[in-house]
């Protein structure tokens, strides 16, 4: 089974910029799609970016134009840049993969705080 692991959450004021991380155990060519997920305190975990197995993208509405997803296929890394920040994206981020038979895997998750 696959094992996603991200990183680079962490404390940043807003209007400041971070970049996450995602290693996964395996090629991330051999996915459908992976994704990038947020849950913040008391809310519903939401969709954040998608970015499909031949490289399009898609973004949530509150991130587009300030968060950007890629991948480098030669390191099995799947990464979103994240300019811009607000106090309102502050959460739990998350890396999901999933196949084109439906098997999905979860990270661990990685903290984003961000200050006004």
């Known amino acids: 089974q696959v094992q996603l692991v991200e990183s680079g959450g962490g404390l940043v004021q807003a209007g400041g910029s971070l970049r996450l991380s995602c290693a996964a155990s395996?090629?991330?060519?051999?996915?459908?799609?992976m994704r990038w997920y947020r849950q913040g305190s008391g809310k519903e975990r939401e969709l954040v970016a998608i970015i499909m197995s031949g490289g399009t993208t898609n973004y949530a509405d509150s991130v587009k134009g300030r968060f950007r997803i890629s991948k480098d296929n030669a390191k099995n890394t799947v990464y979103l840049q994240m300019n811009s920040l607000k106090p309102e994206d502050t959460a739990v981020y998350y890396c999901?993969?999933?196949?084109?038979?439906?098997?999905?895997?979860w990270g661990q998750g990685t903290q984003v705080t961000v200050s006004s």
């Open positions: 999901q993969s999933s196949t084109y038979w439906g098997d999905v895997g």
């Open positions: 395996g090629s991330i060519s051999s996915f459908a799609a």
